[in-house]
């Protein structure tokens, strides 16, 4: 049991005790079940506290159990609930640190409740495409006010106990805490003396479930808020019925209302978009756990970090330090590279405070903990060093070597480099254990991803004191292990690959852009193309003639580099673009030089279906990934899914290119790469299914249960 019980006088103390949050699963559950049945049996006890022990009253339900007859077995949170609605003792909930979802669902099933100040109160479900299920939609308006409640349960997002304290009428808490310290024992104070007046009395004990609901406008706001919320819902089923929920709770008796917050929660659990938030949901947690590298691994201490060369990367990488309160020094060949980097970082904070996203005292402040030289001899006290310079390995030899001779001894050499071997930049220096990649991607303040490349010696706690630092500065981080293009360029370069053969066979670049992005990814192959700059991957390309000579390649991205259309750097790349626009408009010249070529290579064009282009294209990073994993450059498949939808646009809906193929179902998949590699055009060595689908469908497995 995973719920704690002891009596206080003549006050029993449930403490729930499952770290690190206190989630609701079925032996936590057990755990209150029990403690209140024999709460009920000792004649000694005249009430009730029901607490959280460590830094929660309760994150809410165990996401794990979600989905699995565990999930739904007795006692489940509505019977806990209803217990301690209906226990002839009076309840009081010591509310601190978080009370979300099912532990706020359980706090107002108590008679009482505490909360101490700084607690996060939230009911987040719909961030895993639900609704809250133990009668959070129902109860929550009846103590804060429709409006109120239906903000927070359509957001999820949390709010600090003393605001939700001073809503006028509030019935949410019945006390705030002088601290978190002291919350328990203020709660066992109320439970006492309402034990004591309830006896005096004779009253029955305050149920959340009896107070009235109502909104004064009725229909009318529902229809407000129906359209307000449809706007944000980005095809997320979940946000609506948030909506269509609350309004029960004003139209329906209670208990009608409750039946209809579970049937809808259930038909929600199984929806795709559901499935898909909570695979992402566990995959995020998943990533920042490396596998033999322990939690209790020791860190190095980063107080300051330093960063080389300040370009496109170099700038972005040095705003995130600055965010995060971290000094930054940057180094330059000349001062007037430096003079061009800060100008730009500093442009863009301008922006923000333009936009009113920042405090101009913060920009002072950021810019006042930024510094730069042009020796290095003046970054040796950096804890840790980012070089960003030119993508070319004897530029990174020089600096590497010159790090090594410079930087305190402890300090972490990390790279930001996009292809190069980290190994073999690691062996510039003497210390390979200290060396790390950190792979940012474009632009590197905004974009979620970090790649944390793994050399063969990096230290394990340099991969412990990497992983921290990128929680520090709001990333998510994946570890990928060493090969060209890591985990997510690698993939992108079979998309990519797929993308020319699909308009060699018929398609215009428009065409399969839209039925990308109708699929819903940010941007389609072709307009991300413009946007990152063709030259990169034809740069890429020239090299793999040299490296591949028997790889198949649709030579259309080739003569559109020759033609100089380079992207929307040149105004001209798959589309045309208006200088200082960035609306892509199709391009006849791009379209006739695609027609000549498919003429030349003697292509009929024929009509390609969007599920066929997007099967194509999504399936080649799929089988893609399937190597990585069996090459062990990723660990697992759900971190692939992380890679893909916070630094490449896969839509969040579909959770990531390996849930896709799961959902589609393994045998499908492989079915679809046996008919793609019967096309002529196509590449049929590369269509031969991983070794590792293989497998799993002999096995009957998806990626997910398999890693
Ligand atoms: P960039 O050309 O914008 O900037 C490179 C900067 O490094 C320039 O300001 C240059 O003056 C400076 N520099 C060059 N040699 C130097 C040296 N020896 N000492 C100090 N400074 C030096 O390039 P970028 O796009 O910022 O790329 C930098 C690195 O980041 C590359 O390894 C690249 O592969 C990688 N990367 C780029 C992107 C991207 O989208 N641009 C994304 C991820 C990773």
């Known amino acids: 049991m995973t719920a704690e019980y002891k009596v206080h006088g003549d006050v029993a103390v449930i403490t729930l005790n499952n770290p690190p949050v206190n989630g609701l699963g079925l032996a936590t559950r057990v755990g209150i079940a029990a403690g209140l049945a024999k709460a009920q049996l000792d004649d000694k006890v005249k009430a009730i506290v029901i607490t959280g022990a460590g830094k929660a009253f309760s994150g809410g339900a165990d996401i794990k159990e979600f989905g699995t007859d565990k999930a739904l077995a007795e006692p489940n949170l509505l019977s806990v609930i209803l217990s301690c609605e209906n226990t002839s003792k009076v309840t009081v909930a010591a509310i601190h640190s978080v009370c979300m979802g099912g532990g706020l669902e359980l706090a107002l099933g108590c008679h009482y409740r505490v909360a101490a100040p700084g607690t996060k109160v939230a009911l987040p479900e719909v961030k895993l495409g639900l609704i809250p299920g133990a009668g959070g939609t129902q109860r929550l308006p009846r103590v804060l006010g429709v409006e109120h409640a239906l903000n927070m349960i359509v957001s999820g997002e ?60 009725g229909d009318a706001y529902f229809q407000f808020a129906r359209n307000m919320v449809k706007g944000m819902a980005k095809g997320f089923p979940a946000p609506l019925k948030c909506v269509d929920a609350v309004e029960a709770a004003t139209k329906k008796k209670f208990n009608e209302g409750m039946l209809f917050e579970r049937e809808t929660f259930i038909n929600l659990m199984w929806t795709p978009e559901c499935r898909a938030l909570r695979h992402l949901f566990v995959a995020e947690r998943a990533a920042s756990k490396i596998a033999d590298v322990p939690e209790d691994t020791p860190k190095r201490e980063i107080k300051s970090v330093a960063v080389i060369g300040a370009g496109t990367m170099g700038g972005g990488i040095a705003m995130n330090f600055l965010n995060a309160g971290i000094p930054v020094k940057m180094l330059e060949l000349k001062q007037e590279a430096l003079d061009k ?13 333009k936009k009113g996203k920042l405090k101009q005292a913060k920009l002072d402040e950021r810019m006042g903990m930024l510094s730069t030289t042009l020796s290095y001899d003046g970054l040796a006290e950096a804890d840790l060093v980012i070089e960003a310079v030119f993508e070319d390995m004897g530029v990174k030899e020089k600096v590497f070597k010159e790090l090594d001779r410079v ?11 996009s292809t190069l071997d980290v190994d073999k930049i690691a062996s510039f220096t003497k210390r390979p254990q200290d ?35 990128a929680k520090k500065i709001k990333k998510i981080a994946v570890v990928s292990g060493v090969c060209d293009g890591f985990i997510g360029n690698r993939m992108i370069e079979q998309y990519s ?79 045309d673009y208006i200088p200082g626009k960035r609306d892509a408009m199709p391009s006849d010249v791009v379209n006739k030089m695609i027609d000549d070529h498919r003429a030349k290579i003697g292509l ?49 809906p579909k959770g990531g290119p390996m849930h896709f193929a799961d959902q589609m179902g393994l045998y499908n998949v492989m079915m679809a790469m046996n008919s793609f590699a ?10 031969e299914p991983a070794p590792l689908i293989k497998r799993l469908v002999a096995a009957g497995k998806t990626f997910n249960a398999a890693s």
């Open 435 to 469: 060396v790390v990649g950190l792979h940012f991607f474009s632009p590197a303040n905004v974009m979620k991803l970090l790649e944390v490349v793994r050399g063969k010696k990096t230290g394990k706690d340099v991969m412990a004191t990497v992983m921290g630092v």
């Open 497 to 575: 690959r797929q993308a020319g053969f699909l308009i060699e066979e018929g398609c215009t670049p428009q065409q399969v852009d839209k039925a990308v992005e109708k699929f819903g990814f940010a941007m389609g192959p072709f307009r991300m193309g413009d946007l990152a700059g063709n030259d990169i991957g034809w740069y890429i390309r020239k090299r793999r003639y040299q490296e591949k000579p028997n790889m198949k390649y649709s030579k259309t991205a080739d003569l559109l580099c020759e033609m100089g259309r380079f992207g929307q750097k040149t105004n001209a790349g798959w589309y």
């Open 604 to 652: 009929k064009a024929r009509k390609i279906s969007d599920e066929e282009i997007v099967n194509r294209l999504v399936l080649s990073l799929v089988n893609e990934a399937a190597h990585i994993l069996e090459d062990g450059i990723a660990s697992k498949a759900s971190d692939i899914d992380m890679v893909y939808i916070t630094g490449y646009g896969f839509p969040i």
């Open 158 to 217: 949390p709010v600090n106990a003393e605001m939700l304290a001073m809503a006028p009428g509030q019935k949410l808490f019945d006390k705030l805490a002088k601290s978190a310290e002291t919350v328990l024992e203020e709660a066992i104070e109320l439970a006492r003396e309402k034990a004591a007046a309830h006896a005096k009395s004779g009253e029955s004990f305050p149920l959340v479930r009896n107070l009235p609901c109502k909104h004064p406008l």
């Open 341 to 353: 980097g800060i100008g730009i970082m500093r442009k863009n904070y301008e922006s923000q405070v």
């Open 678 to 687: 019967k096309n002529p055009n196509d590449d049929a060595s590369f269509w």
């Open 407 to 417: 930087m305190k001894k402890g300090a972490i050499l990390a790279s930001n480099t």
